[in-house]
């Protein structure tokens, strides 16, 4: 479904800004834009994509992990009639090989408070730390090519992958698997973004066992902190 005009528009000028910062910033620094009402296929625009191993097409899950940003998207839909973007600057995050990125996110809203786009940075730290060791050592390396990124999994695999390794952490913290593990369970689903896609909510309440309107009480407890 083509974007509404006034979405378009918006889109079209963070088009050019990732191209824009694309013929500026260096190999470390990803620039990314997404389309949040298509998160199977969410990434409309990329520079440096080597660094998160993400394509145009890519799904949104299939970003750094600990993403802060999808807070942003969360809140966003919570804040509803805003047109302010929610933007949050320098976190931490961290890559599927590892590496620590740090990060920062802008999530936009339509006339009617409705989030639809989101543009993020991830710079990866790890050359800078690689330099100053071999200097420190006085010793010269030669430049290690950019890797070759394996085929991206879909958004079922991706959204799977979240559940099961909730389900697995929170199951480690008690024998029993009350609702202090559920909750838990719940919180590392909601930190790894699974609830912006559509239909989460029911995969992580067959998960568990209960039913969506316990898991909506979870994420409303988390929240409200």
């Known amino acids: 479904m083509p974007a509404a005009p006034e979405r378009q528009l918006v889109l079209d000028v963070l088009h050019a800004t990732v191209r824009m910062l694309g013929t500026v910033l260096g190999r470390n620094t990803?620039?990314?834009?997404?389309?949040?009402?298509?998160?199977?296929?969410?990434?409309?625009?990329?520079?440096?994509?080597h660094i998160s191993g993400r394509r145009v097409g890519s799904p949104i899950?299939?970003?750094?992990?600990?993403?802060?940003?999808?807070?942003?998207?969360?809140?966003?839909?919570?804040?509803?009639?805003?047109?302010?973007?929610?933007?949050?600057?320098?976190?931490?995050?961290?890559?599927?090989?590892?590496?620590?990125?740090?990060?920062?996110?802008?999530?936009?809203?339509?006339?009617?408070?409705?989030?639809?786009?989101?543009?993020?940075?991830?710079?990866?730290l790890s050359g800078i730390a690689a330099a100053q060791a071999c200097l420190e050592q006085l010793l010269g390396s030669a430049e290690e090519p950019p890797p070759t990124p394996a085929e991206a999994p879909d958004l079922e695999q991706l959204m799977n992958r979240i559940i099961d390794g909730a389900l697995q952490d929170a199951r480690q913290r008690g024998v029993?698997?009350?609702?202090?593990?559920?909750?838990?369970?719940?919180r590392q689903m909601h930190d790894g973004g699974l609830f912006i896609v559509k239909g989460a909510v029911e995969k992580a309440a067959a998960a568990l066992g209960v039913s969506r309107y316990t898991i909506y009480n979870y994420l409303e407890e988390i929240r409200n902190g």
């Open 61 to 124: 899950l299939a970003g750094p992990r600990h993403d802060r940003g999808f807070d942003a998207v969360l809140r966003a839909a919570m804040e509803k009639g805003s047109q302010t973007p929610v933007v949050i600057g320098n976190y931490p995050t961290q890559g599927h090989d590892g590496k620590t990125f740090r990060s920062a996110t802008a999530v936009f809203r339509d006339a009617g408070g409705e989030p639809f786009a989101s543009l993020c940075v991830n710079s990866d």
């Open 176 to 186: 029993r698997f009350g609702k202090a593990q559920k909750l838990e369970a719940v």
């Open 30 to 49: 990803e620039v990314v834009l997404h389309d949040l009402t298509r998160p199977e296929h969410s990434v409309l625009a990329i520079v440096n994509g």
